[in-house]
């Protein structure tokens, strides 16, 4: 049980707090309710570059990074398409410069040309690094432009096109700052050795005087419902085979969104796992084999994806086909209480572990709380489903007609 305090500033800035006597640290994490999919379709990756400029000065703080190492502390980001996440390590003692530096940079950025040309060019070098240089860099871009046709997931987090991040101008820059940016919008979990009362006053002190703001509508396209299954064959500078197969699959909050995350866990979690018995050691043609949802808000997808050992169609078309059988093997009640209960065991166990480090604590509490959940019930949760409600679902996600394919193979 994580024991959790909450309250709210009159701006509108939630805060959850954990104590954690086992630690002389303190984390904190502030998540933003904002990523790639409230992008202008015409310039997408314009999240991804703000995680980076939110690094290149504050209003009142030119160098982040130089004051919080001078505190001894350390500090990082991510972005994905549903939100932008920050987090700040740093002694118990100087835990009052994470709160000047994240409040300093949610009240206003820089906003000036020098620091939008640097990590412009870092964002840059980045999609080419990540992108065009990697083997199978572009298959994001690919596989989610073959799952969408409307919907802002569609596009991968670091942006469509380089052309994209090269046109945006510091206009750009302020109006998606302040039409996203803000104590309302946003959520700050506190973990560590740090009181609640010390973490109301510093809060207080350093967010308490950031105005809340209007925050941009989200008037999402609603993507049509998939008829017929999709696939597309691709080739690139790459070692081997790979095959992607998704399904679509419901959004965080919707009921069927568990069952789902279980059914992966059950298709390719640890040794135990039906694709590493049967698939992985049960033949020659795979190299590797995964199963795993995209873990979206709005409705996403489930995808099985696999590298093979050969690259002749007749292999292609072997594994293809071992793939899908082994997931729709979960519809023909094979499932066992056994099965089940062992895979949602595995997955409290990794939950459990992977919640004790303060700093992954803040983070967790931050999503559950922008998610508006407890995070003492998501284990629950989790043991309240039966096998009768994942082979129900199983039979729903894994229609061959719903199914997208993505085949890379070497040049």
């Known amino acids: 049980m994580i024991e959790i305090n909450r309250f709210t500033l009159p701006n509108g800035l939630r805060v959850v707090h954990n104590y954690d006597s086992a630690t002389a640290m303190v984390a904190l994490n502030v998540l933003y309710n904002v990523g790639a999919k409230d992008e202008d379709p015409q310039m997408t990756g314009l999240a991804h570059l703000f995680e980076h400029l939110m690094f290149g000065g504050s209003v009142n703080i030119p160098e982040f990074d130089t004051a919080i190492e001078r ?103 302020k109006d998606f700052f302040y039409s996203h940016y803000a104590p309302n919008n946003a959520v700050l979990a506190v973990s560590g050795h740090i009181s609640i009362e010390e973490t109301k006053r510093l809060v207080e002190k350093w967010f308490s005087d950031i105005p809340s703001r209007s925050i941009a509508p989200r008037n999402y396209p609603s993507e049509p419902e998939q008829t017929e299954e999709r696939k597309k064959v691709t ?3 790459v070692p081997q085979t790979a095959i992607v197969k998704a399904f679509r699959m419901p959004g965080y909050n919707s009921p069927d969104y568990i069952p789902c995350d279980i059914i992966t866990d059950l298709l390719a979690s640890g040794r135990s796992s039906r694709f590493y018995r049967n698939l992985l050691m049960g033949t020659d043609l795979f190299t590797e084999i995964d199963a795993s949802i995209c873990g979206s808000d709005e409705p996403g997808h489930l995808i099985l994806n696999a590298k093979l050992t050969k690259n002749d169609s ?24 056994y099965e089940l209960t062992r895979t949602i065991n595995r997955y409290e166990s990794n939950f459990t572990f992977g919640s004790i480090i303060f700093l992954a604590k803040a983070q967790a509490l931050a999503m559950s709380e922008m998610h508006n959940e407890d995070i003492n019930r998501i284990v629950p949760r989790y043991r309240e489903i039966t096998t009768n409600k994942i082979v129900s679902i199983a039979q729903e996600i894994f229609n061959p007609q719903k199914c997208s394919t993505l085949i890379y193979n070497p040049e």
Not at 86 to 99: I, K, L, W
Not at 314 to 337: C, D, G, Q, V
């Open 235 to 237: 080739s690139g500078k």
């Open 314 to 337: 007749e292999s292609i078309k072997r594994a293809e086909e071992l793939m899908l059988s082994e997931a729709l093997s979960i519809t023909n009640e094979s499932l066992t209480e």
């Open 71 to 173: 505190a001894g502390g350390w500090n990082n980001a991510w972005t994905n398409n549903d939100y932008t996440n920050f987090y700040d390590v740093v002694p118990a003692h100087n835990a009052e410069t994470a709160f000047w530096l994240e409040s300093d940079r949610m009240l206003a950025l820089a906003f000036n040309e020098k620091p939008l040309e640097v990590q412009r060019h870092v964002v840059i070098e980045e999609f080419k690094e990540v992108c065009l240089n990697k083997p199978y860099g572009d298959m994001g871009h690919q596989l989610r432009s073959l799952i969408y046709a409307k919907h802002p997931y569609r596009f991968p987090t670091i942006g469509k096109e380089i052309s994209h991040i090269e046109k945006v101008t510091l206009q750009d820059v």
